[in-house]
Structure formats: structure tokens, C-alpha cells
């Protein structure tokens, strides 16, 4: 019987992205209990993942080479998106991300996360020693990732430009980029940040979200009914969680105290109802599957596939540690998602696509030998002759 050409999915990482994406669910409906209409969110929350996770299987056993194929297409699909977002763009919590057709939203910047890690693969992957020349082979990608980044910071999104910006620096370091270049742009990038903060802060005279944000990192309590409000009542809903937690389903900041708590505060439900205990576990789970992703990307021995798949779960680990550090006031908050967690659609179906590819990537290792190495077995063959 003839082997199959290619292996199987790895089995770890699709447990563990199912398992976190019930525990969403879960939590989504926790969470929006005290909505007046608490089954909408869960029920487009399960369409998102029904439709997700059809996608997943597409990506998964589709050879993921032939998607440095569709780079180029993927790529000025999701420009595109972008462009129009300020023309027909909704604004939703003060940002115009949001292309709503009927009543079906898109956020095109989710769109462009993925985009870029496989834009950079591709071209990393063709480029080879290249990347070591600053001029022809570094500043080419960093032009695009540069209009995205402008074009997302339009909406104004930082939280996703962060997200962009730290996953493409991943892609370029590990694509074999020269760490002093990477050093020095990363020096200039930060004085050309702190120029236009200061525009800012000029502009505004330190009156807008923005820095209040900020000021809230700095003291949480210092204007607990303003600007701080968010960052509090999420505060206090993991200190009544304590060690053990509240149960599930008994979190008293979701009972409209704590805005957004199906979406970016989540994780605070999560501690109030968990507690500590219950919420360590939750971040393990987490980490063994982000652990386990980039198992199966740094196995592959193609490098678009190693490239595409370290970016992958360096976008899921970045967006988690960039929405966990805001709810918990690690870092200042800058309101993403909870990849498969949070509720929402756009999110969740970039994420298990994202994944799919992965997984794809990962059934390129678990062939079987005699399909892993044909020169071998080939050899194998003529020397019994």
C-alpha cells in the first residue's frame, strides 16, 4: 500500500487551538449574560467559528507553498481594504475600522496582519543572503510594512500597529536580517515615536483618550470614575476573584460595570470567575499552545514555511500579551481582541486561517520517511541491486 503523499495535521496543536476556542465560547456567553439579548453574541460568536474552522480545514490540506503563490494577490486585497476604510469605514468605539456590508462587519486590519507575515516570508525566502544589504535587500519589505502600519495608524488603531510592527520585526530577525540594522532602526523608529508624541501631545494640549490612557498606566485610581474607569473595574474584577474565584457565570463587573467584557476584557471575567488559580491555568494552556506552534514552524525545513509559521504565533502571542498587559494594567491598555478567546468575527476567522496554514506546515513534517526522503530510500534501492 503506497504511503500518502502528504502526513498528518499535528494533532497537539489542533487540541489545544479547539480547546481554547470552546473556552471562548464559553466565556463569550459568561461574559454577555447581562445583555439584553445575551444569545446574539454567542450564537455570531459560533458562526464565526463555524465558518473559522471550515477555513482552518481548507488552509490545512492545502500545500501551504502555493500560499507564497497567493502573496501578491493577498496582499493588494488587503491594501485595498484598507484604503477604503476611511471612505466607507464605520467608526466603532473611536476608531473607523469597521467596513460593515448589511450587517455583516469586516475589519480589514486583521486581514493585514496575516498579510504582512506571509508577504515577508515570501520575500525573505526568495531574497536569501540579500537581506544582509541594508539598501536592496532590508529597506524594500520595510517600505510596506511602513504604508500599512501609516495606513492602520489613520483609523487610528496602535494596538493593531503594534501587533504589525512586532510580528514583521520577528519575521525579519529570524529571516536572518543583521541584528545592527534591526538595532538601528528600531533607534530611529523610536525618536521618530517619541517627535510625533510630542506633536501630539502639542497638538492636543494633553486632552484626549490617548493619553489618558497613558496616565492611567501610570495611576489606575487617580481618576477612577474617568478615565480610568475601564482599567479599575477590570482591576477589581480579579481582585474578586481571589485565589479560587467567583464560579463561572458569577461575575458581578459583566453586569454593566465593566465595559467591553465579552471583547477586549475578557481575561478579566476570566480572573473574577476563575481566580488566580483557574486563571494560571488558562495562561499554561495558552503558552503550551503557542509553545507548540512554533515547534511545528521552526521543524520545517522550507523556509517560507519556518518564516511564515514563526510569524503566525508571534502575531497570536503578541495580540495575547498585548491585551492580557492591558487588562491587568502591565502596559498601557490599547484594546485588541484575545485571539480565539474575545468575541469577534473578523478576529476569529484570521486567527483559525492563520492556524490552518500552520497546520498545514505541520503535516509537511509528519510525512512519512519514504516521502520526507526519496534520495535516501532511492539509494537504499540501488544498493540492494
Not at 327 to 353: A, D, E, H, K
Request: hydrophobic share 50%; aromatic share 10%; proline share 4%.
Amino acid at each position: 500500500m503506497n504511503s500518502p503523499r502528504r502526513g498528518t495535521p499535528d494533532f497537539l496543536l489542533l487540541f489545544l487551538t479547539f480547546l481554547l476556542v470552546c473556552i471562548g465560547l464559553a466565556f463569550v456567553f459568561s461574559a454577555s449574560v447581562a445583555m439584553n439579548d445575551p444569545w446574539s453574541l454567542v450564537i455570531r460568536q459560533g458562526l464565526a467559528v463555524g465558518l473559522g474552522t471550515v477555513i482552518m480545514f481548507f488552509c490545512m490540506n492545502v500545500d501551504f507553498r502555493k500560499f507564497q503563490k497567493w502573496v501578491a494577490p493577498f496582499l493588494t486585497f488587503s491594501i485595498v481594504l484598507l484604503l477604503l476604510v476611511p471612505i466607507v469605514g464605520r467608526e466603532v468605539n473611536n476608531a473607523k475600522s469597521w467596513i460593515y456590508i448589511g450587517s455583516f462587519g469586516l475589519q480589514p486590519t486583521e486581514l493585514a496582519k496575516l498579510a504582512v507575515i506571509l508577504y515577508l516570508a515570501a520575500l525573505l525566502s526568495k531574497k536569501g543572503d540579500k537581506i544582509h544589504d541594508f539598501k536592496r535587500g532590508l529597506v524594500p519589505p520595510l517600505l510596506v510594512v511602513g504604508f500599512l502600519c501609516m495606513l492602520i495608524m489613520f483609523q487610528p488603531d496602535l494596538g493593531s500597529t503594534m501587533i504589525v510592527v512586532l510580528s514583521a520585526a520577528l519575521v525579519i530577525v529570524v529571516g536572518g536580517a543583521s541584528i545592527k540594522h534591526i538595532m538601528l532602526l528600531g533607534a530611529a523608529g523610536a525618536s521618530a515615536l517619541a517627535l510625533l508624541a510630542s506633536v501630539y501631545l502639542l497638538k492636543t494640549g494633553g486632552d484626549s483618550y490617548r493619553v489618558d490612557r497613558f496616565t492611567t498606566f501610570l495611576d489606575p485610581f487617580a481618576d477612577p470614575q474617568g478615565g480610568s474607569f475601564q482599567i479599575v473595574q477590570s482591576l477589581y474584577a480579579f481582585g474578586h476573584g481571589g485565589l479560587t474565584g467567583a464560579g463561572f457565570g458569577q461575575s458581578v463587573q459583566k453586569l454593566h460595570y465593566l465595559p467591553e467584557a465579552h471583547n477586549d476584557f475578557i481575561f478579566s471575567i476570566i480572573g473574577e470567575e476563575l481566580g488566580f488559580i483557574g486563571s494560571s491555568i488558562f495562561l499554561i494552556i495558552y503558552l503550551v499552545f503557542l509553545l507548540r506552534g512554533l515547534i511545528v514552524a521552526l521543524r520545517c525545513k522550507d523556509l517560507f514555511g519556518m518564516l511564515a509559521g514563526v510569524g503566525i504565533v508571534g502575531m497570536i502571542g503578541i495580540q495575547a500579551f498585548i491585551n492580557i498587559g492591558g487588562v491587568t494594567n502591565t502596559i498601557p491598555m490599547t484594546g485588541v481582541t484575545l485571539p480565539l478567546i474575545s468575541q469577534g468575527g473578523t478576529s476569529m476567522l484570521v486567527t483559525l486561517m492563520s492556524l490552518g496554514i500552520l497546520l498545514s506546515i505541520s503535516r509537511e513534517y509528519n510525512r512519512p520517511d519514504k516521502e520526507r526522503e526519496p534520495g535516501k530510500k532511492l539509494n537504499e534501492r540501488q544498493w540492494a541491486r
